[in-house]
């Protein structure tokens, strides 16, 4: 039997490719109107932008332990053997309320199976890490193996995005330093990436055409073997720019492979409308 690929929604990968390789989806909660959201199924990443250029507020809050511990329950019950691919916990609770769940469920079913890897990661840099782990579980690999690579994957996934408004990741509490980077200049864009799981500033750039041009020189400068790898996209409801994006990346690097997907609602919430995201796999990965 094959090995089950877990992930959560903040993979922001399409509900029909989850659907399409049997990956088992945790959906995080999302809060608007007073309403709880599962998402992914019952709200979409339109709807949640949509209302947030309204001056709407979105909250957000961990997948639902009910949801995990019946998921690990019939991996168990089935005999399976999975791995569940996580959003970082230093973003959300998602982690280590699965491994609670897990806890829970080893002492009806000691011989559950489940590994739980903690990404460090958000968005389609978790979405690479899925993909890669359903390529090798679709080809037989070893459970031994797959998790080998995905932590391979987890160290050298490298993370650039910015954001149109950085008082959505401030207001979420996402942001360390945030303050440094509020200020009233016209037209500037924060360039951000993830170190240790943590959304961290690098520096403030005027105008969105530099900032695209400056993520590039980082891909440039931390990536490498750029026709042998996927680059990921994900923008928050703005395709338009992640397009132009992948011109300047595929003119610059021969890059050749993208995957470009609309940021989901749980992300979304905190990043906002405009986000730009690139992810990628950096030199010591090759």
């Not at 995905?150 to 945030?178: C, H, I, P, W």
């Not at 890059?255 to 995201?277: K, L, Q, V, W």
């Amino acid at each position: 039997m094959g090995i089950k690929i877990i992930v959560d929604s903040a993979c922001d990968l399409p509900k029909s490719y989850l659907e399409e390789n049997n990956v088992e989806l945790l959906s995080l909660k999302v809060l608007y109107n007073e309403k709880e959201y599962d998402d992914m199924v019952s709200i979409q990443a339109k709807e949640v932008f949509d209302a947030m250029r309204e001056g709407a507020v979105i909250k957000t809050s961990q997948a639902a332990p009910t949801q995990a511990k019946e998921v690990f329950e019939n991996i168990a019950k089935n005999k399976e053997s999975a791995i569940y691919i996580a959003f970082s916990s230093e973003l959300s609770g998602t982690y280590q309320m699965a491994m609670l769940m897990k806890n829970d469920v080893l002492e009806e079913y000691p011989d559950l199976d489940v590994t739980i890897i903690n990404t460090k990661g958000a968005s389609l840099g978790i979405g690479l890490i899925v993909k890669r782990a359903v390529e090798l579980a679709n080809i037989g690999a070893s459970k031994e193996e797959i998790i080998a690579e995905v932590e391979k994957y987890v160290a050298q996934m490298e993370y650039v995005f910015t954001v149109d408004n950085l008082d959505y990741l401030a207001r979420g509490g996402r942001v360390s330093k945030a303050s440094a980077f509020v200020g009233g200049l016209l037209n500037i864009k924060p360039l951000l990436h993830m170190e240790d799981g943590k959304l961290i500033p690098i520096e403030k750039i005027r105008g969105r055409k530099k900032v695209l041009r400056r993520m590039v020189d980082l891909m440039k400068e931390r990536g490498g073997s750029f026709e042998n790898q996927t680059i990921a996209i994900s923008h928050g409801d703005d395709e338009e720019t992640a397009l132009v994006l992948k011109e300047m990346i595929q003119t610059e690097t021969g890059a050749n492979d993208f995957y470009i997907h609309s940021i989901g609602s749980a992300i979304g919430a905190h990043a906002g409308p405009g986000t730009i995201a690139l992810f990628f796999l950096n030199k010591d990965y090759f």
